[in-house]
């Protein structure tokens, strides 16, 4: 045992783009530490987390996660996160039209530039914030369809769909022959 992915545990790096602001830090502290701290300070540059989940066939997958800024000085920087991923979690909110278009962006540039198979999801976060729902679930879901995405909407303040959100990226990667 190396370390390495093999057919009952898989290894796989995980980025997290889209607009500063959208919740991809306090999604990835829900997932990983249970954990929502509305102060949570705003990441610098990019960071690095692992959490490892069983799926139902014993199958283990270890997830390092990039979490990026999404500020703009630090764009350029983002194709440093993306080489090598496995997957790719483009995040926008919903109550935010700007960040759904900013999502744009970074899918278009993904396919354009990111592993050939990557794992493409679609996550409109701060879903608990239906009052000031902007981008309705129909557009999210429609666009994530034209791409070949998965799509789900997430909060990581009450928790809803986080760890779903994970499982599904699970089941949707390409298993290596043993
Ligand atoms: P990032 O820049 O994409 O990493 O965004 P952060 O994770 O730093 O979150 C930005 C702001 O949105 C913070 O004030 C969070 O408390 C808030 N936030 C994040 N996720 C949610 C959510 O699901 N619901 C609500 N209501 N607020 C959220
Ligand atoms: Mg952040």
Not at 28 to 41: A, H, I, M, N
Not at 151 to 172: H, M, W
Request: proline fraction near 4%; glycine fraction near 8%.
């Amino acid at each position: 045992e190396n370390g390495d992915s093999d057919a009952k545990n898989l290894r796989v790096k995980l980025v997290l783009l889209g607009d500063s602001g959208v919740g991809k830090s306090c999604i990835v502290l829900r997932f990983v530490r249970g954990q929502f701290d509305p102060t949570s300070k705003v990441t610098v540059g990019a960071s690095f987390l692992s959490q490892t989940i069983a799926l139902q066939d014993s199958t283990t997958v270890k997830f390092e996660i990039w979490d990026t800024a999404g500020q703009e000085r630090y764009a350029a920087l983002a194709p440093l996160y993306y080489r090598g991923a496995a997957v790719g979690v483009i995040v926008y909110d919903i109550t935010n039209p700007d960040s759904f278009h900013k999502a744009q962006y970074w899918v278009k540039e993904l396919q354009k530039h990111g592993s050939p198979d990557i794992v493409l999801a679609l996550v409109g976060n701060k879903a608990d914030l239906q009052e000031k729902r902007e981008v309705s679930v129909q557009d999210g879901m429609d666009y994530a369809e034209k791409n070949g995405m998965f799509f789900i909407e997430t909060s990581a303040k009450t928790a809803d769909n986080i760890n779903q959100l994970f499982e599904e990226i699970a089941k949707r990667l390409p298993r290596p022959t043993p």
